[in-house]
């Protein structure tokens, strides 16, 4: 015959097996009881637990966001002032608007020209140097790679060559944490030549600049991005 258990011993039985059931329904603990009335406890995983995403906390959506307005900042409109030291499209002052790899400029400036005039180009004899002054208006559409590096196709209208179109090698770079644009424009004036003998008043039998013309115009310059 088993002796009755004493009261203390009852009490801990009981609160042992309630709180085994209790840890066993919630997945969360398991509990061991033995024979000697002892307990272990042990951490577990929930049974549904699934792992955590950065969407669930919200991360997804703010990374998202800085990119679009990244990205937003590269292809909105931009507005720019230009100071122009240039050998083909003169020494002046501009603007120019970009839009991404598009962009649209125009400027206007003093432009030193120098001809070449020979009466007689069978000789040996060099032909006389003529410096001489204009004004010229330059307008250009842009197209530029992701590098800043493209092209321009362009109109001119020059005071002493009249009308003519251009067509240039566009470049973008960064100096002393200033932006330029540097350009190599090859310019044709369709009245160029004759406008220049008009000019000096010779005739046809004088050649400017052989045997390209005075119309044929081209050089190379910078100008500094405001």
Do not use: C
């Given at each position: 015959?088993?002796?009755?258990?004493?009261?203390?011993?009852?009490?801990?039985k009981?609160?042992?097996?309630?709180?085994?059931?209790?840890?066993?329904?919630?997945g969360?603990?398991?509990v061991?009881?033995g024979?000697?009335?002892?307990?272990?406890?042990?951490p577990?995983?929930?049974?549904n637990?699934?792992?955590?995403e950065?969407?669930?906390?919200?991360?997804?959506?703010?990374?998202?966001?800085r990119?679009?307005?990244?990205?937003?900042?590269?292809?909105?409109?931009?507005?720019?002032?230009?100071?122009?030291l240039?050998?083909?499209?003169?020494?002046?002052?501009?603007?120019?608007?970009?839009?991404?790899?598009f962009?649209?400029?125009?400027?206007?400036?003093?432009?030193p020209?120098?001809?070449?005039?020979d009466?007689r180009?069978?000789?040996?004899?060099?032909?006389?140097?003529?410096?001489?002054?204009?004004?010229?208006?330059?307008?250009d559409?842009?197209?530029l790679?992701?590098?800043?590096?493209?092209?321009?196709?362009?109109?001119?209208?020059?005071?002493?060559?009249?009308?003519g179109?251009?067509?240039?090698?566009?470049?973008m770079?960064?100096?002393w944490?200033?932006?330029?644009s540097?350009?190599?424009?090859?310019?044709?004036?369709?009245?160029?030549?004759?406008?220049?003998?008009?000019?000096?008043g010779?005739?046809?039998?004088?050649?400017?600049?052989?045997?390209?013309?005075?119309?044929?115009?081209y050089?190379i310059?910078?100008?500094?991005?405001?």
């Open positions: 015959m088993r002796p009755p258990l004493r009261a203390p011993q009852r009490v801990f009981q609160l042992a097996a309630s709180l085994s059931a209790t840890l066993v329904l919630t969360s603990v398991r061991w009881a024979d000697t009335g002892g307990t272990a406890l042990e577990q995983p929930a049974a637990a699934e792992p955590i950065l969407s669930d906390a919200g991360l997804r959506g703010v990374t998202q966001g990119v679009t307005a990244a990205e937003s900042d590269t292809e909105r409109v931009r507005l720019d002032g230009l100071v122009l240039h050998l083909a499209d003169g020494i002046g002052a501009g603007g120019q608007l970009r839009f991404g790899a962009g649209l400029r125009a400027s206007a400036g003093y432009q020209l120098l001809f070449v005039v009466r180009v069978d000789d040996q004899d060099v032909g006389d140097l003529e410096f001489m002054s204009s004004g010229q208006l330059n307008l559409v842009l197209l790679s992701q590098a800043e590096m493209g092209a321009s196709l362009g109109y001119r209208y020059n005071t002493l060559l009249g009308h179109a251009a067509l240039a090698f566009q470049s770079f960064e100096l944490r200033q932006d330029f540097f350009s190599i424009p090859l310019m044709y004036y369709p009245e160029g030549t004759n406008q220049v003998l008009d000019e000096l010779l005739s046809s039998q004088y050649k400017i600049n052989f045997p390209f013309g005075g119309g044929i115009q050089g310059g910078v100008a500094w991005v405001l």
